[in-house]
């Protein structure tokens, strides 16, 4: 027979073995896994370029990601969960769009509505509503949407306009700024570098004033040059989210705003099935 002493020691044991396991189980919902998908432009016919999606590849990679138990999530929806603790979906991902393309209201944003989703675009702010490229004059191979055209899809919660700079989308062999994206330039002072990423950010947040209703908190690197330094500056103007293109999953924390700079994305082309875009994001968030 177990005495006194043996069966306290076995609850014991057996209430610590209970504790090990919720606290493993909370853990892991306060510090979900965040996949973070990357796409351009879209068109309706047939797609040659990595950047660009079809309307049909776009609904069956939307169509399998909710089918397989995915949520899109929006930027607000992360910073609440990691300032307050909100709660999020079993299976969140965020849904990004770079550049601006009028495609991403016309064909991408009605398949997000019909299938209960949303994305985040970032626009580049010196091409936003423009028909022609101003550093150069020539007319921009695909439309830019202006403020005032995403306006039916943000107020749905379909489209949340962030930066994608203002003016650093170049590469230093545009031959416009000699600048690579975002990262200083080679005879560029501490004091010069930093005023300039400054302006560049006071220029996109007055240009966007007024036209769009959901605050200006992200960023996504151009081309996905960054720094450690240049995130830092970043984080002094108000900008709470950063991303980049490197490909990983992401891990969120509650009480840790730094779990939302620097975020991975998956770049996804037309070649990636519906089925395969979940077998990537199922694998990552194992």
Same mark, same amino acid.
């Given at each position: 027979?177990?005495?006194?002493?043996?069966?306290?020691?076995?609850?014991?044991?057996?209430?610590?073995?209970?504790?090990?396991?919720?606290?493993?189980?909370?853990?892991?919902?306060?510090?979900?896994?965040?996949?973070?998908?990357?796409?351009?432009?879209?068109?309706?016919?047939?797609?040659?370029?990595?950047?660009?999606?079809?309307?049909?590849?776009?609904?069956?990679?939307?169509?399998?990601?909710?089918?397989?138990?995915?949520?899109?999530?929006?930027?607000?929806?992360?910073?609440?969960?990691?300032?307050? %603790?909100?709660?999020?979906? @079993?299976?969140?991902? /965020?849904?990004?769009?770079?550049?601006? !393309?009028?495609?991403? =209201? +016309?064909?991408?944003?009605?398949?997000?509505?019909?299938?209960?989703?949303?994305?985040?675009?970032?626009?580049?702010?010196?091409?936003?509503?423009?028909?022609?490229?101003?550093?150069?004059?020539?007319?921009?191979?695909?439309?830019?949407?202006?403020?005032?055209?995403?306006?039916?899809?943000?107020?749905?919660?379909?489209?949340?306009?962030?930066?994608?700079?203002?003016?650093?989308?170049?590469?230093?062999?545009?031959?416009?700024?000699?600048?690579?994206?975002?990262?200083?330039?080679?005879?560029?002072?501490?004091?010069?570098?930093?005023?300039?990423?400054?302006?560049?950010?006071?220029?996109?947040?007055?240009?966007?004033? %007024?036209?769009?209703?959901? @605050?200006?908190?992200? /960023?996504?690197?151009?081309?996905?040059? !960054?720094?450690?330094? =240049? +995130?830092?500056?970043?984080?002094?103007?108000?900008?709470?989210?950063?991303?980049?293109?490197?490909?990983?999953?992401?891990?969120?924390?509650?009480?840790?705003?730094?779990?939302?700079?620097?975020?991975?994305?998956?770049?996804?082309?037309?070649?990636?099935?519906?089925?395969?875009?979940?077998?990537?994001?199922?694998?990552?968030?194992?």
């Amino acid at each position: 027979m177990m005495t006194k002493k043996l069966k306290f020691a076995a609850a014991a044991a057996a209430a610590a073995l209970v504790l090990v396991c919720l606290g493993a189980f909370f853990s892991g919902k306060s510090q979900p896994k965040l996949p973070v998908l990357m796409y351009h432009h879209f068109v309706t016919g047939e797609s040659t370029e990595d950047t660009v999606v079809t309307e049909a590849r776009f609904r069956e990679q939307m169509t399998a990601l909710r089918d397989a138990g995915y949520t899109a999530v929006t930027i607000p929806q992360l910073l609440d969960f990691v300032d307050n %603790g909100a709660p999020l979906p @079993d299976k969140p991902v /965020l849904i990004t769009m770079d550049d601006g !393309y009028t495609s991403n =209201l +016309d064909i991408a944003a009605p398949i997000l509505e019909e299938l209960g989703m949303s994305a985040t675009v970032f626009v580049i702010g010196i091409n936003e509503g423009e028909e022609v490229y101003v550093h150069s004059g020539q007319p921009f191979w695909q439309a830019r949407f202006s403020y005032e055209e995403a306006v039916p899809w943000v107020e749905k919660g379909i489209i949340n306009p962030q930066s994608h700079t203002m003016d650093m989308h170049q590469l230093e062999s545009y031959g416009y700024s000699g600048r690579d994206g975002m990262l200083p330039l080679p005879d560029e002072s501490d004091a010069e570098y930093r005023e300039a990423v400054r302006e560049d950010v006071r220029r996109f947040r007055e240009r966007r004033e %007024g036209r769009a209703a959901t @605050d200006f908190v992200a /960023l996504a690197y151009p081309f996905g040059y !960054y720094s450690e330094e =240049l +995130d830092n500056l970043l984080e002094e103007e108000g900008i709470l989210v950063t991303l980049t293109i490197d490909e990983h999953v992401n891990k969120l924390k509650k009480g840790d705003r730094s779990c939302l700079r620097m975020l991975g994305r998956y770049n996804v082309t037309d070649r990636i099935t519906g089925e395969e875009l979940v077998s990537r994001l199922n694998k990552a968030v194992k």
